[in-house]
């Protein structure tokens, strides 16, 4: 079935650091991928979404493509800060409406 | 705003007692989901609705069950509550090509 798996954490930066987080997928077919962001105490909103394969999501200095051929969707933004302290989930969804999670990994941005 | 609403944010349950999540969307979406969220585990899939008392099974659901009456509710009920079932439970809504939204969550702990 299809599935994510995504770099465990915790990870902890330094503010104004470069931030990865890998995540790859196996999916059948040509799923959209997704990063979806936790704040403390909130819910999932969506960070970032694509597509189809070579699409880049991008919001609020984040940035994630779609590699086909590596099958991945790794997220990255040059210059973190504190308020970036959150969990972060990849995620795919096939041709139906479910998404697939990652576990998650949380980040901490000190000052 | 569209929102989706879960009625508590905290619960505390003793061990047999039959427990039920209540969420409720007003965007008239067709399509409602329950995850629960896990440390480590990230978001599993319980169950799901494409439509009014029309459900699906997801990847984790025994000891749970739903209840779709109205298109904007979506009941989740624990038949008979156990510790392994304190966690976060996340409900969600979408239409079809639409994008999630999420509820902020509510953390059940069962004693």
């Known amino acids: 079935g299809d599935s994510v798996t995504q770099m465990e954490g915790p990870v902890t930066l330094s503010e104004e650091a470069f931030l990865t987080i890998n995540c790859t997928y196996t999916a059948t077919g040509y799923p959209s991928l997704f990063w979806y962001v936790q704040y403390p105490g909130e819910g999932l909103q969506l960070l970032l979404k694509a597509t189809k394969a070579d699409d880049k999501g991008s919001n609020k200095g984040f940035e994630a493509t779609y590699r086909k051929e590596t099958t991945s969707f790794h997220l990255e933004k040059g210059s973190v800060q504190v308020s970036d302290s959150a969990v972060y989930f990849c995620?795919?969804?096939?041709?139906?409406?479910?998404?697939?999670f990652g576990a998650g990994t949380t980040v901490t941005v000190r000052a | 705003d569209v929102k989706v609403t879960q009625s508590s944010r905290y619960l505390v349950k003793r061990t047999g007692e039959k427990v039920f999540l209540e969420c409720v969307q007003d965007m008239d979406h067709e399509n409602m989901f329950w995850y629960r969220q896990d440390p480590g585990l990230g978001l599993r899939l319980i169950y799901f609705?494409?439509?009014?008392?029309?459900?699906e099974k997801g990847d984790i659901p025994e000891g749970y069950s739903v209840s779709r009456e109205k298109k904007e509710r979506f009941s989740l009920i624990l038949e008979s509550a156990s510790t392994n079932q304190t966690s976060m439970y996340l409900c969600?809504?979408?239409?079809?090509?639409?994008?999630?939204?999420f509820g902020s969550g509510t953390r059940l702990t069962v004693v």
């Open positions: 995620a795919l969804t096939p041709n139906d409406y479910k998404l697939s």
């Open positions: 609705s494409y439509d009014v008392k029309m459900k």
């Open positions: 969600a809504s979408t239409i079809k090509d639409s994008l999630y939204t």
